[in-house]
């Protein structure tokens, strides 16, 4: 079974934009259940970027995801993927901007590390 690993789009786009959580609940039901078989699954930094909001859906991750969901990147193998990512990152500053380059390389982003753990692991981002 493919596995996928979640961004923090997935919840806070969906919460805000196309699937509020008191109108849409068979949304969110589905994300857990999908959680539960171990369907999807997300990392820590994603975790803390739906936690500066303190808001709903903060909530609702609190109450419906195992604390097993968010997969720790503070492991050997991810970060050494992220230096890997990091160093590409750098050796193309030419083609993007390089304020681009430092939210990309923030530590506290959570995008670098999800590409850095699926690659790690195999896994698909959505």
Known sequence: MVKYVL??????????????????????????EFSLDNRII?????????????????????????????????????????RELSRWAVLNENNYLKRAIDEFLDKDNADAWLISFCFSYGYNIR
């Open 7 to 32: 961004d923090t789009n997935v919840f806070i786009q969906a919460h805000r934009l196309y699937y509020p959580l008191d109108v849409i609940p068979s949304f969110w039901d589905k994300l857990k």
């Open 42 to 82: 997300s990392i820590d930094k994603v975790k803390n970027e739906i936690f500066r909001n303190d808001d709903i859906l903060t909530e609702w991750v609190q109450g419906n995801l195992e604390n097993i969901f968010f997969n720790t990147t503070n492991e050997e193998n991810v970060i050494v993927k992220y």
